[in-house]
């Protein structure tokens, strides 16, 4: 099942409603994958301790921009797991365009293959990655 919280309105509960729904389904055994693509990394800030100290190839960032697999972060809640945002990732709408443009030309021809090769693998972080 996938489960998607998606608004443009700032102030909405996004953060608040996917972190509540994320942990009570979790808690109810379920396993949750959160992936955090909000460029203020919130979600990431909250469930991550050590939130800081994790390097943006860490990140959804790198996933997005550089086509890596995907880097799953454990939570301190039981069965809830994490991919965490990044800062940075507030630019990626402009370098997401700009790479499409290059990839090709026409009624959308990079942009079925960009999509397409931009669905990453997924990884567990494991330290000393």
Known sequence: ?????????GGAG???T???????LARKGKKVLLIDVDSQANSSKVLLHNY???????????????????????TQVSRLD?????ILLSGTDVELT?????????AGGGMVTG????????RRAQPGL
């Open 115 to 122: 999509a397409q090769s931009a669905l990453p693998d997924i």
């Open 18 to 24: 996917s972190i509540s729904l994320a942990a009570g």
């Open 52 to 74: 800081p100290s994790i390097a943006k190839e860490e990140t959804v960032y790198n996933a997005i921009l550089k086509r890596l697999p995907l880097i799953i972060h454990q």
């Open 98 to 106: 700009t790479a499409i443009d290059r990839a090709g030309s026409g």
């Open 1 to 9: 099942m996938v489960i998607s919280i998606a608004s443009q309105k």
């Open 14 to 16: 996004k953060t608040t």
């Open 82 to 86: 994490i991919v965490p945002s990044h």
